[in-house]
């Protein structure tokens, strides 16, 4: 029932779909919600771009400067340029730390602690550390953000059981989180719930969860919201042994990364479609897409992929 459930998400026959997915299989697949959602990804960050050099001109540059750089960090976010969100969070923060009001401090330092937890555990620990220290007595400003990043710095430490407590707990800061926080904040506890899902191998439990996702994301989801989800789907169906079925979602998952330029995304969608190709015996096809993405992976991506891709080919 958990593979028969993905019939609409997988667009054509998976072992044809195993054949055509190269760096421009996803093209195949692409639909009219990306390719608009692209658009408006590009517009956002062309628009915030312009808000961050006007910011610099205001009489006031506390007033106005600091927000800016938080604007253009979450479209970053969003688009996938994940230096550009660093990079702005950390000049909000050692520029404009005293003019930062309390919530938009934890946004940054949530941040740059979710973006270290995918290849440096030890400064995501610091970051998270500082975070508490910052913020002692207002929980609700920064536990919705700090909760999920440490629920996914136990699970690749493999401190399950840990990260299965810490989740309810983070469920509970989720329902303080501010009103204008609310939808990120139920997004980064979807996410890390999921993952611990798969950790205890609770696949349908996570399929029905990021399928969910899936059919809600394409109405007011962003695209590398979307992705996240579609990957999450691609595990379990690895995780169930079942490579055929992971290829729908990590097409669909391509199509959307190369409509909005996502290329963290578009490179954890290659890994895993190598993986399924070395799975179903495609030795060559499984090693060409590894050796394709291995120099992305290098410049940014996380330890895990990295990893991944070395395996695939070894």
Avoid at 122 to 150: D, I, N
Wanted: net charge neutral; aromatic share 2%; with cysteine.
């Amino acid at each position: 029932a958990l593979l028969q459930d993905d019939n609409a998400l997988s667009t054509g026959d998976g072992a044809a779909g195993a054949g055509g997915a190269t760096s421009s299989g996803g093209g195949l697949l692409a639909e009219e919600g990306h390719a608009s959602a692209g658009s408006a990804c590009r517009d956002a960050l062309a628009h915030v771009a312009l808000a961050s050099q006007l910011s610099g001109q205001a009489k006031h540059l506390s007033e106005t400067r600091p927000k800016a750089l938080l604007y253009q960090a979450e479209v970053a976010r969003i688009f996938g340029l994940q230096q550009l969100a660093g990079s702005s969070c950390a000049l909000a923060l050692d520029v404009y730390q005293g003019e930062l009001a309390a919530e938009d401090r934890a946004l940054a330092l949530g941040q740059l602690a979710e973006a270290a937890a995918k290849s440096d555990s030890a400064r995501a620990w610091r970051l998270l550390q500082s975070l508490a220290a910052s913020l002692p007595e207002a929980g609700h400003l920064w536990a919705h953000v700090a909760g999920p990043v440490l629920v996914r710095l136990l699970l690749a430490t493999g401190e399950s059981a840990s990260a299965s407590a810490l989740l309810f707990q983070v469920a509970g800061a989720v329902r303080a989180a501010p009103h204008s926080a609310a939808a990120g904040a139920a997004r980064r506890l979807r996410s890390a719930a999921n993952g611990v899902r798969l950790s205890h191998l609770q696949l349908l439990a996570a399929h029905r969860s990021a399928r969910e996702a899936v059919e809600g994301g394409r109405r007011r989801g962003s695209p590398g919201d979307l992705c996240d989800h579609l990957l999450c789907l691609a595990d379990v169906h690895l995780e169930a042994k079942n490579p055929v079925g992971a290829l729908g979602p990590c097409l669909r998952c391509l199509s959307a990364a190369e409509s909005s330029r996502l290329l963290q995304h578009r490179a954890e969608a290659l890994v895993r479609i190598a993986r399924a190709r070395l799975e179903m015996r495609d030795l060559s096809g499984a090693l060409r897409l590894a050796e394709e993405v291995a120099p992305q992976l290098s410049a940014g991506g996380s330890a895990k992929q990295r990893g991944e891709a070395l395996m695939i080919q070894a």
